[in-house]
T-cell receptor, first 116, second 114 residues
Framework: DTGVSQDPRHKITKRGQNVTFRCDPI?????LYWYRQTLGQGPEFLTY????????KSRLLSDRFSAERPKGSFSTLEIQRTEQGDSAMYLC??????????????FGPGTRLTVL | GNSVTQMEGPVTLSEEAFLTINCTYT??????LFWYVQYPGEGLQLLLK?????DKGSNKGFEATYRKETTSFHLEKGSVQVSDSAVYFC?????????????FGSGTQLTVLP
């Protein structure tokens, strides 16, 4: 399977704990995106990497959230001191990047986070 | 800012019925428009897209036409099948900026009964 993969698929944690999610994009894709999807809503953009550079961050990404893509391949999203409001599906997507034109984003299956 | 408003669901249809899911948008400039589909237990998949006014995107019997004058991108299918049961998301991507981040609607759950 050469699609976008995410790990873990499900995470249950207690309020106040730190969690980390991993995303492995399609190997030749240089762009990587994180989205958050709450129940009954569409995905909301969190952040975007081109290669290892984090180029955009949404205001949804509070100081408790940090994302990295150290070698321009896989990415991690860490949430510190989790709150119940962080419960959501966290989606990763990747795309190739060629200039200013849209390139299809391929989505992973997501990591469902439940904060108790 | 950019926003997408989608027809609220859930929508329940009988097999072979005609489907319309309404989508309107607000965006600066001339966005690209998309329909994504999420089948149960699977990730989001691009269903179709249109990148300029009057373009028609089509795939798997689904169609949507980019209407700039009404800022709409309604999804249609002439005869739905049980296998079309899924959640459908309308989305846009602005031409400006480097991210090409997607702005999604809230999704419409479609159930097709045999």
């Amino acid at each position: 399977d050469t699609g976008v993969s995410q790990d873990p698929r499900h995470k249950i944690t207690k309020r106040g704990q730190n969690v980390t999610f991993r995303c492995d994009p399609i190997s030749e894709h240089n762009r990587l995106y994180w989205y958050r999807q709450t129940l009954g809503q569409g995905p909301e953009f969190l952040t975007y990497f081109q290669n290892e550079a984090q180029l955009e961050k949404s205001r949804l990404l509070s100081d408790r959230f940090s994302a990295e893509r150290p070698k321009g391949s896989f990415s991690t999203l860490e949430i510190q001191r989790t709150e119940q409001g962080d419960s959501a599906m966290y989606l990763c997507a990747s795309s190739s990047g060629t200039g200013g034109y849209y390139n299809e984003q391929f989505f992973g299956p997501g990591t469902r986070l439940t904060v108790l | 800012g950019n926003s997408v408003t989608q027809m609220e669901g859930p929508v329940t249809l009988s097999e072979e019925a005609f489907l319309t899911i309404n989508c309107t948008y607000t965006a600066t400039g001339y966005p690209s428009l998309f329909w994504y589909v999420q089948y149960p237990g699977e990730g989001l998949q691009l269903l179709l897209k249109a990148t300029k006014a009057d373009d028609k995107g089509s795939n798997k019997g689904f169609e949507a036409t980019y209407r700039k004058e009404t800022t709409s991108f309604h999804l249609e299918k002439g005869s739905v099948q049980v296998s079309d049961s899924a959640v459908y998301f309308c989305a846009l991507s602005s031409r400006g900026g480097s991210a090409r981040q997607l702005t999604f609607g809230s999704g419409t759950q479609l159930t097709v009964l045999p």
